[in-house]
């Protein structure tokens, strides 16, 4: 399941970060801007995906502000042919995850549960992440809950604005 993660990241990290001809000569694999999602393409293997960074994020540790240092967060959508991936939801939270929690978005009054393994998460089945993206595709905002290891709360903001046209345009480029 995480196999293509590593490369997939990085390149998402890098042309997110980035900006005019450093980003053009850094990540040559970002195929689309969809408002506030980008989507990418990568051919050895072929994978296709949709990734945003949070609009706003909080963190607290014992219900009180913190400050934490985090990696980069990243809510991502994958197609992978003939591999079953067909829009594999998965988070990044830029930490590791308390051992034996889960992870919590909330889409528009509705919890799904995530399950969490080192600095990732994934919908507990096939059948929940497909149901998942289905509502993904009609919200206007997602916002992921979750627990660190050292015991931080963070609560990730993510908009929906050009979801939908970016996963379309990931399916397409991955049929």
Known sequence: MTS???????????ALGATGTWAQQVST???AVKSDWSVFAGDKPKECWGVSKPKTSEATRNKKPATVKRSDVLFFVTFRPGTGANGEISFTG????APKSTATLEL???KY????DGEWAWPKTTADGSGLLAALKKGSQATITA????GTQTVD?????????AMDEAQKRCE
């Open 108 to 110: 528009d009054g509705t």
């Open 29 to 31: 694999n970002r195929v």
């Open 113 to 116: 549960d995530l399950f969490v």
């Open 4 to 14: 293509w993660i590593l490369p997939g990241a990085l390149g998402a990290l890098m």
């Open 94 to 97: 830029g930490y590791a995850f």
């Open 157 to 165: 903001t993510f908009s929906l604005l050009g979801f939908t046209a």
């Open 147 to 150: 627990h660190s290891a050292r």
